[in-house]
């Protein structure tokens, strides 16, 4: 089962109310709350695709950059404390930076299940 749905370049989340019996979603990876909902999963898909074209019609009209989703930024908290040191000394003793270490390792991981 897929719980995303992705619409010019943003990934909207998918959640199910029993409750009052809906659909619902928000886009994910920015820091403007964009949300959506529907009884139907076309409705739900609509109204997630007009949210979105809303968000960008704002932003032009308001005359300011659309947040980009899931940027190229990204803040890790190790589980375990020595973890950090760990990469920067195999890193170092690579001659990659930190950063190169964890895109590489990140990549391979994601071309090794298909993602």
């Known amino acids: 089962m897929n719980n995303i749905m992705q619409y010019k370049g943003y990934v909207g989340s998918v959640e199910f109310s029993e409750n009052d019996g809906i ?10 709350l964009i949300s959506y909902e529907g009884t139907s999963v076309q409705e ?6 007009g949210a979105v074209d809303d968000y960008l019609a704002s932003c032009a009209e308001e005359g300011y950059e ?6 190229d930024r990204l ?3 190790f589980k375990k404390p020595d973890t950090h040191r760990r990469i920067a000394i195999y890193a170092m003793t690579h001659d990659q ?3 190169n270490f ?3 390792t990140v ?9």
């Open 44 to 49: 739900l898909l609509d109204d997630f695709h």
């Open 107 to 115: 990549e391979e991981k994601l071309n090794a299940i298909g993602a």
């Open 23 to 32: 659909l619902f979603g928000k886009v994910q990876g920015i820091r403007s």
């Open 102 to 104: 964890i895109n590489d």
């Open 97 to 99: 930076t930190v950063n």
């Open 66 to 71: 659309p947040e980009a989703a899931f940027n």
């Open 75 to 77: 803040n890790i908290h």
